[in-house]
C-alpha cells in the first residue's frame, strides 16, 4: 500500500507537533522503499560535526550545506525514538506536545531572500561562460531561488507524505534542525549508498523533459553528452585517490526523475574496500561537479562570489548514517526550506562553454516543478 493510500494519522500527528514545538526531527522514505522511519531528538540539540573524521561510527541523520560558513553548519541528529511508518504511541505524541524546551533555540526567517530575477541568472551564465573561456574552471553550477506565499491550510505532513506517493524512485524527507529549519526534498542523487556490503554512487547530469514513456527515446545535445562526462570523469578520479581500483561501472544510461531525464552512470564497490572511511568520502565527493563544477575550488569561488542568495543546505548532503544497518547519504537537490507563511525553492544548471542562458533559466524552472506540480496539484 502505498503512502497515497495510507492516513498515516499518528505519523502526521508527530510531525505537526515537531514542527509546532520546534523539536529536531527527520522522516524520510528511501526510493522504492514501503516504509517510512522517522527520528526524534527530543532530549538535546543535534550535534554540530566539526571534522567528518569518525562519523562512520555514528548514528543518525546528517545534514551539511553547500559550504560550511558561520551560519551553516554540518549537523548530525541523534535520535532519542525511531518509529518506522504509522507505529508511534500517541502518548509519546502528547509527551511531545507539551515539550516546549526548544522553541527559543531560534529557527531561520526566510525575510533575506528574495526571488531571482531572470537578467541575473542570465547576467551570471554569461559571466560564467567567459570565465570558462579563460580557462578558469570547466564547468561551474549555477543556481537560483524563488519565494512563494504558503496556500491557506497548507499541512507540511500532507505534503511530504505527496511527494511520497508521486515520487516513488526519489529518496522524500523532511527535517527540522534549530540552526537549518525546515526542508522537505525528493532528491533524485544519490552521493553515497553503503548496504550489504555494497558501497553505490552515481553520476548524474544532463537533463530533459521528460514527455515519453519511452526511457531510450531520449536523444543527448553535445553540451549535456559533455557535463556528464565531466562529472563521471570526475568521480573516477576521486575513487581512485581514495585508493578504490575495483569498482563496477554502469552506463551513462536515461534515468527518469519526478517530470525530468537525466544521464546516470553508476559505481559500485565493495563496502569493505572503504574500511571506516565514510567522513573521508563524503569530504571528497562534496561537492560534486553535479552541484559545483570542476576544477571544485575555483567553481565554488566563482559561485560564491557570483550568486546573491545563500544556498545554504541547497546542494549540500544529508541523509540517514548507520540506521538499520545501511547509510543513505543523496545530495540535497529537489527541495524547498518551509517557513511559517512562506517557502523558497532552490534549483541549478550546470553551466559549461556550450550553454545557452536563457535555456539554462528554463531548466532551472524545469526543476523547480518537481515540489511545485505537488504543491500546486495536491489532490494528485
Known amino acids: 500500500m502505498s503512502p497515497k493510500t495510507k492516513s498515516y494519522q499518528s505519523l502526521r500527528k508527530l510531525q505537526t507537533v515537531c514542527l509546532k514545538q520546534s523539536i529536531p526531527f527527520a522522516s524520510y522514505r528511501l526510493p522504492l522503499h514501503p516504509d517510512i522511519i522517522t527520528l526524534v531528538q527530543h532530549q538535546s540539540l543535534p550535534e554540530r560535526i566539526d571534522s567528518l573524521n569518525g562519523l562512520g561510527q555514528k548514528s543518525g541523520f546528517v545534514m551539511a550545506p553547500f559550504f560550511e560558513t558561520e551560519r551553516h553548519h554540518s549537523l548530525l541528529l541523534k535520535p532519542e525514538s525511531i518509529f518506522l511508518s504509522d507505529n508511534i504511541d500517541p502518548a509519546f505524541i502528547n509527551e511531545l506536545s507539551r515539550n516546549s524546551g526548544f522553541q527559543s533555540a531560534g529557527m531561520p526567517s526566510g525575510e533575506e531572500t528574495t526571488t531571482t530575477p531572470p537578467t541575473d541568472f542570465i547576467q551570471q551564465v554569461n559571466d560564467a561562460k567567459r570565465a570558462i573561456s579563460e580557462k578558469r574552471f570547466h564547468k561551474v553550477v549555477l543556481s537560483k531561488v524563488r519565494k512563494e506565499e504558503l496556500s491557506i491550510g497548507f499541512e507540511a505532513s500532507t505534503f511530504f507524505l505527496q511527494l511520497c506517493a508521486t515520487y516513488p524512485h526519489a529518496f522524500v524527507y523532511i527535517i527540522q534542525l534549530p540552526e537549518a529549519g525546515c526542508w522537505i526534498g525528493a532528491t533524485p542523487e544519490p552521493l553515497l549508498l553503503l548496504e550489504a556490503g555494497k558501497a553505490k554512487t552515481v553520476s548524474l547530469a544532463g537533463t530533459q523533459v521528460a514527455t515519453s514513456a519511452d526511457i531510450s527515446s531520449y536523444r543527448w545535445s553535445e553540451k549535456e553528452i559533455e557535463e556528464q562526462g565531466i562529472v563521471t570523469g570526475y568521480m573516477e578520479q576521486t575513487l ?41 568520502f563524503l569530504k571528497a565527493f562534496h561537492p560534486t561537479p553535479s552541484v559545483g563544477g570542476l576544477p571544485k575550488e575555483a567553481a565554488r569561488d566563482f559561485i560564491l562570489e557570483n550568486e546573491k542568495h545563500d544556498r545554504s543546505y541547497y546542494t549540500g548532503y544529508l541523509g540517514p548514517v548507520n540506521i538499520e544497518n545501511k547509510s543513505n547519504v543523496f545530495v540535497n537537490l529537489r527541495c524547498l526550506q518551509l517557513f511559517q507563511k512562506q517557502f523558497v525553492l532552490y534549483s541549478g544548471a550546470g553551466i559549461t562553454a556550450s550553454s545557452i542562458a536563457e535555456k539554462e533559466w528554463e531548466e532551472t524552472d524545469n526543476k523547480m516543478m518537481t515540489m511545485m506540480n505537488v504543491m500546486q496539484n495536491p489532490n494528485n
Open 240 to 280: 581512485q585517490a581514495l585508493q578504490i581500483d575495483n569498482y563496477t561501472l554502469t552506463g551513462p544510461s536515461n534515468y527518469k526523475a519526478a517530470n525530468l531525464v537525466h544521464l546516470k552512470t553508476g559505481f559500485e564497490f565493495s563496502q569493505a574496500d572503504m574500511g571506516n572511511r565514510l567522513g573521508d
